[in-house]
Nanobody, 124 residues
Framework: QVQLVESGGGLVQAGGSLRLSCAAS????????LGWFRQAPGKEREFVAA????????YYADSVKGRFTISRDNAKNTVYLQMNVLKPEDTAVYYC?????????????????WGQGTQVTVSS
């Protein structure tokens, strides 16, 4: 069992930056793949970024490529999402998720464990 708790969301102006963190419980954190997803009001939850168990493979949605960076610190049981050059269309609730298979994936249904989400609001 893995429990995930996101933090770091908030209100920021367009062009600004935020770093989201997701702290995980459980001794097997280092074997899990991790992903970030987001959900805007009235829209489906969509993939943002993913990282494999060792941090050597990452994937990004086209909409965030070059602006967002996913990373992990297995010693701290934490995954991060550095978000730069934020745009109003990045406004959403951001969720982290864990997949016990350890292989990074963009597919939402592969993730077993989910956090409660953190709100990111980007003003124009």
């Amino acid at each position: 069992q893995v429990q995930l708790v996101e933090s770091g969301g908030g209100l920021v102006q367009a062009g600004g930056s935020l770093r989201l963190s997701c702290a995980a419980s459980g001794r097997t954190f280092s074997s899990y793949a991790l992903g970030w997803f987001r959900q805007a009001p009235g829209k489906e939850r969509e993939f943002v970024a993913a990282i494999n168990w060792s941090g050597t493979t990452t994937y990004y949605a086209d909409s965030v490529k070059g602006r967002f960076t996913i990373s992990r610190d297995n010693a701290k049981n934490t995954v991060y999402l550095q978000m730069n050059v934020l745009k109003p269309e990045d406004t959403a609730v951001y969720y982290c998720a864990a997949d016990s298979l350890g292989i990074a994936t963009i597919h939402r249904q592969r993730y077993t464990y989910w956090g409660q989400g953190t709100q990111v609001t980007v003003s124009s």
